[in-house]
């Protein structure tokens, strides 16, 4: 393995040169691993090999100076095979440091006529030797920092061209150091542009005036348009440091439709994952919507409430291999039927702009059937038809979701049966509000606890009359209802809040029984029943129902 003397070895030898021009004697330079890095004999030809115990050794293991007047004197010297044959007389050696470590050694090689006169000079040959150590660190020192720029230059170049937006570095002068591929690619620029201008590569005034004013850029609208290139976005620049001495300048450019992508996944739930969402989702429907997120399959939500069948899409979407390709959202609606097909299935539509990403369907039970006759031929292919010699493909994932009972209008004509075929294979049941107790009751702590921080209140708390209050109090599906009640309970209130309290607010009023739905009060009854510690024979008895009967509402009804 190289050492780092070893690795200026051209260095080294000329280096040894310079020195024994100077105090005209041999000279030998070596490394930790005692190879000869460089060598200067002026009266010996020997001395290409040390050895273990040699006294240029002992300079290295002992790292420190060492002397010697007379070879004779030394038992080591005397016990060597060559002793007779050495014609070196005295010695003076010093170690040579990097950062606290001996990798080396300068030593001289004294004959009988130089010994004298040397040694008379000791001290100051020593520190002659001693200094002339210190620019082999130095250079040393040099080189790892070259290398080492070199490689932050390299890795830099390398996450450059990872990104997909357009960068360009340059010095301050506008000579281009590092293009990325995206930027060649965009530009259209063969190969390497380094050392062109940027301003002659691209004569824009943005540019020109950068570099007369270098006042920096953010986020500037950039127009450029020459043959087949064209380029609308934004330009942003930054001053960077190199070597912590010079400087250059950072171009990044970025496309108006990778802006919009963005934007449109902000505002479609990119934030939105089944982690958060577990307040408003039963556990068994989150682990469910996670395995078919990470397959292709086409997903179809049945639930009562839009919000929370949006919140599971999104969940869904966040989850799957998709996630960066964007959520766009449908609402069907009969009152733009002339307007649907072309929104849908036109060439610029939202199908086509969908490609490799995911679209969601609010309301699919409200897409006219001409439409839906459509679809399903979609779903298999991805082609769209333009007209009757063109057509058109996008890789589309579908999430369907539907707030009525799709089977009951295809049983009445309503609804396309084979699109419904192809729809239910992989779909979920989401509850609405009140379907679940334990899913409500996530969906109070959860607000409530939101709204305690936000105006301090932390010693707000429900009784338990005040809970169920809430829970038979008629939502009709209103999630943002439910969240303003919430609001405003923590704002009007401190400490525990009872049923009674709720009812002087004067914003709640009293759902009779009559008003609730035949399974609402099912569902409330066996829940009681449940909470009573009957058993599931005694229940069914008491509901005049079957035991089978009664298995198959508990599932409906999630109660265990």
Not at 30 to 38: F, S
Not at 61 to 69: D, H, L, M, P, S
Not at 277 to 288: D, H, K, N, S
């Amino acid at each position: 393995m190289e050492t780092r003397l070893g690795s200026m070895k051209e260095f080294v030898q000329r280096f040894t040169d310079i020195i024994s021009n100077t105090v005209d004697t041999d000279v030998i330079i070596v490394d930790n691993n005692l190879t000869v890095i460089g060598n200067a004999f002026r009266y010996f030809s020997l001395y290409n090999k040390i050895e273990e115990g040699s006294v240029i050794y002992e300079v290295i293991t002992r790292k420190e100076k060492v002397i010697v007047a007379d070879k004779s004197k030394l038992d080591k010297c005397r016990a060597c095979k060559q002793f007779e044959e050495c014609k070196m007389v005295g010695f003076a050696g010093v170690p040579i440091f990097y950062d606290n470590y001996v990798i080396g050694a300068i030593a001289l090689i004294l004959p009988q006529h130089r010994v004298k006169t040397l040694l008379e000079t000791l001290d100051t040959s020593v520190e002659f030797l001693e200094n002339m150590a210190e620019p082999l660190s130095g250079k040393l020192r040099n080189m790892d920092e070259n290398q080492s720029l070199a490689r932050s230059v390299a890795e830099r170049e390398i996450l450059m061209d990872l990104l997909n937006d357009c960068v360009v570095y340059t010095d301050l002068f506008g000579n281009i150091q590092h293009a990325n591929q995206a930027f060649r690619k965009h530009f259209m620029i063969r190969g390497s542009c380094a050392g062109r201008k940027l301003q002659n590569l691209i004569p824009h005034k943005i540019f020109t005036d950068y570099f007369k004013e270098a006042v920096e850029l953010e986020g500037e609208r950039f127009f450029y348009e020459s043959g087949e290139v064209a380029f609308y976005g934004i330009v942003s620049s930054r001053r960077v440091g190199n070597n912590g001495m010079k400087f250059g300048v950072m171009f990044c450019l970025r496309t108006l439709s990778d802006i919009v992508k963005d934007v449109n996944m902000s505002q479609m739930g990119s934030m939105v994952t089944f982690k958060w969402a577990a307040w408003a989702l039963p556990q068994g429907l989150t682990e469910r919507a996670k395995a078919l997120a990470v397959t292709p399959y086409n997903i179809l939500l049945e639930g009562k409430n839009w919000s929370i069948n949006e919140i599971v899409a999104k969940g869904i979407v966040n989850a799957s291999e998709r996630s960066l390709n964007g959520l766009k959202k449908i609402f069907c609606d009969n009152m733009y039927r002339d307007l649907l097909e072309t929104f849908l299935f036109d060439e610029f539509g939202e199908l086509r702009m969908a490609d490799k990403g995911t679209v969601l369907i609010h309301n699919i039970e409200n897409l006219p059937l001409y439409l839906q006759e459509r679809l399903p031929k979609f779903l298999k292919t991805g082609r769209i038809t333009v007209n009757s010699y063109r057509h058109m493909y996008s890789d589309v994932r579908f999430i369907f979701s539907a707030e009525k009972d799709l089977k009951c209008m295809v049983e009445k004509g309503y609804f396309l049966e084979e699109l419904y075929l192809q729809m239910m294979e992989h779909r979920l049941e989401v509850p609405g509000i009140q379907d679940d107790r334990v899913v409500f009751q996530k969906m109070l702590d959860s607000g409530l606890a939101f709204y305690k921080e936000k105006y301090r209140k932390r010693s707000v708390q429900l009784s338990p009359d005040a809970a169920n209050f809430l829970w038979k109090y008629k939502w009709n599906e209103n999630l943002n209802l439910l969240e303003s009640k919430l609001e405003t309970i923590v704002r009007r209130n401190d400490g525990l809040v009872t049923e009674a309290e709720l009812r002087d607010m004067g914003t709640f009023h009293e759902v009779p029984k009559e008003d609730m739905s035949l399974s609402c009060l099912e569902k409330e009854k066996i829940a009681e029943l449940l909470g009573c510690g009957y058993s599931k024979t005694e229940i069914a008895k008491r509901l005049g129902i079957g035991r089978a009967t009664l298995y198959r509402k508990l599932e409906e009804y999630h109660l265990s």
